[in-house]
């Protein structure tokens, strides 16, 4: 069935959305739009007002189990430098009045009002998200829910296969364009922690939250944190060095130039490297491109590419430690035969074994190299 969740009873069918009422036992809200730079506007219609809506759906269902939210452990993103707690914190003004103006802006006013509206937050989506958060707590009533922060989510260690990434948002993204020879610098310091996850272990960490909801119903919402910077910590500067390495062995076939990239924590500093090392040759490139006949194309790019650095600095350059004791405790509650099947303990992660696989993903799930989705065992598990 086909739904949005900015619409009203979700985008459903009425037909469809009585079928969910009558027969859902579980439901994982992962609906949202996870772009930084989205007009406050939209990004209240889908991550707040749809997830009252997911709320109202759940309250309606006769069979739920459980419920699980999915929300960014950057939900508390001013707190930089200090340990986040599984817990949702207490904020000084009124949820529902934030709504309420959101909702009666146009986009263009959105837009206008989106710094002061924010705060201290660096954008629309931890916002969006902190605001959802505080409005699950006042409107869940005897919900059997749970929230799930994931940190940045990397490629799978295990499955569906090893590396499997589907989309450049965020690190991927940045990754992906270093290894293609046109990334060689970040406004970012290589002391600070880069909070990665792979994918599979935040699959297997909401499924057993699951289940431990259904099994351990109560009032209270137990939040748990998706992430590695409190148990098994990894740093910019290793992920620069790896992301070098490694496709300096194996670059992709469309890589333009030798890989190398710099984190440079000032911001002034960072914008020369740019203009010289990436605007420059990207209108080199284009100035060719013309003279051959064909329409430019690169500097477009390198726009694109400096935005995209511009708007992940306040994570590279600040540091966050996410404590994990609730998922350390559902990780505990597990059986010997249900943790090998939903193994999501970050202590077991060897960053030097998933990072090659992380990389190589990219190049075939992303660049679509090497990759025959013919082949039986991948087709399968895709």
């Keep these: 069935m086909e739904g949005d969740v900015s619409k009203s009873k979700l985008g459903l069918t009425p037909t469809d959305y009585e079928y969910v009422v009558q027969n859902a036992t579980c439901i994982f809200h992962m609906a949202a739009t996870t772009t930084f730079t989205e007009n406050l506007k939209i990004a209240f219609e889908i991550n ?3 997830t009252q809506r997911v709320i109202s759906l759940a309250k309606s269902c006769k069979n739920l189990t459980s419920i699980i939210y999915i929300s960014t452990c950057y939900t508390n993103a001013p707190r930089f430098g200090t340990e986040i707690r599984e817990k949702v ?4 003004f009124d949820p529902y009045e934030v709504i309420k103006q959101v909702n009666g802006m146009t986009y263009e006013e959105a837009d206008k009002a989106t710094t002061h509206t924010i705060r201290e937050h660096p954008n629309t989506y931890t916002f969006s998200k902190m605001i959802a ?6 409107e869940k009533e005897n919900l059997p829910l749970a929230i799930i922060r994931p940190s940045i989510i990397g490629g799978a260690f295990r499955f569906p296969v090893p ?3 589907d989309s450049p948002i965020g690190a991927s993204g940045l ?3 270093a290894s293609l020879g046109v990334l060689h610098c970040m406004n970012g310091r290589g002391s600070n922690i880069v909070d990665f996850v792979p994918v599979d272990f935040v699959a297997d960490q909401i499924l057993a939250s699951a289940w431990s909801i ?3 119903p109560g009032d209270r919402v137990p939040i748990y944190h998706a992430s590695s910077s409190f148990r098994n910590p990894y740093y910019w500067e ?3 060095s790896a992301v070098v390495g490694y496709y300096r062995r194996r670059p992709p076939k469309k890589n333009m130039s030798r890989v190398w990239c710099l984190l440079i924590p000032r911001r002034p500093v960072f914008y020369v490297f740019h ?3 990436t605007q420059l040759p990207a209108t080199l490139r284009d100035t060719s491109r013309i003279m051959k006949g064909k329409p430019p194309k690169m500097i477009a790019k390198s726009k694109m590419l400096l935005k995209a650095c511009v708007s992940l600095s306040f994570f590279t350059l600040h540091n966050w430690i996410f404590a994990n004791h609730n998922t350390q405790a559902l990780l505990d509650s597990l059986n010997e035969i249900d943790v090998k099947k939903f193994n999501f303990d970050i202590t077991q992660l060897n960053w030097e074994l998933w990072c090659p696989l992380f990389f190589e993903g990219i190049k075939k799930y992303l660049f679509k190299e090497d990759l025959d989705l013919q082949e039986p065992i991948v087709k399968s598990k895709l």
């Design 89 to 92: 914190y207490p904020i000084n």
């Design 275 to 277: 203009f010289f090392f």
């Design 238 to 240: 290793h992920l620069r």
């Design 175 to 177: 990754i992906a364009a």
């Design 163 to 165: 590396g499997w990434v």
């Design 133 to 138: 958060e505080h409005i699950i707590l006042e």
């Design 214 to 216: 259904a099994e351990n």
């Design 48 to 50: 707040v007002n749809g």
